[in-house]
């Protein structure tokens, strides 16, 4: 069976509004599939926001706590980046951009994310009709 992956910009988008915990036992269970997993990046820290509406250098408008992780499996390189520092989630989030860049486990990980989208899309329309 062929599986047809979104975008990436796509489906980094629909994993990163999946709820974490979600996200976190998925990629766990994908786990017991595969070989090592190599982190290559994992970290925490500040992100400053620049204020873009003016045109003098009054430096950062604010600052956003953000986890960073890149991670390599069977030789594909996956990217996850949250607010926060949810380190368990970027990791995974990580994990299956590796997946699904060097198209591993697609015929788990391609249904998965179809399941968050259709609920992801199904809440969306629901907050449209209360309105």
């Given at each position: 069976m062929k599986f047809t992956?979104?975008e990436?910009?796509?489906y980094?988008s629909?994993?990163a509004?999946?709820?974490?915990?979600?996200?976190?036992?998925?990629a766990?269970?994908l786990l017991?599939?595969v070989?090592p997993?190599?982190?290559e990046r994992?970290?925490?820290?500040?992100?400053a926001k620049?204020?873009?509406?003016v045109n003098r250098?009054?430096?950062?408008?604010?600052e956003?706590?953000m986890?960073e992780?890149?991670v390599?499996v069977?030789?594909a390189?996956?990217?996850?980046?949250?607010m926060?520092c949810?380190r368990?989630?970027?990791?995974?989030?990580?994990?299956?951009?590796?997946?699904l860049q060097?198209?591993?486990?697609l015929?788990?990980?391609v249904?998965f994310?179809?399941a968050q989208q259709?609920?992801?899309e199904?809440?969306c329309?629901?907050?449209?009709?209360?309105?």
């Amino acid at each position: 069976m062929k599986f047809t992956i979104p975008e990436r910009e796509t489906y980094l988008s629909i994993f990163a509004q999946t709820q974490p915990e979600t996200l976190k036992a998925f990629a766990e269970n994908l786990l017991n599939f595969v070989g090592p997993v190599n982190v290559e990046r994992l970290h925490t820290g500040f992100v400053a926001k620049p204020d873009s509406t003016v045109n003098r250098a009054d430096g950062p408008v604010g600052e956003v706590l953000m986890a960073e992780a890149r991670v390599r499996v069977y030789g594909a390189t996956g990217h996850g980046v949250c607010m926060g520092c949810d380190r368990e989630c970027v990791l995974a989030l990580a994990f299956l951009d590796a997946l699904l860049q060097g198209n591993r486990l697609l015929e788990r990980v391609v249904p998965f994310l179809q399941a968050q989208q259709e609920s992801q899309e199904a809440e969306c329309s629901q907050g449209d009709s209360t309105r």
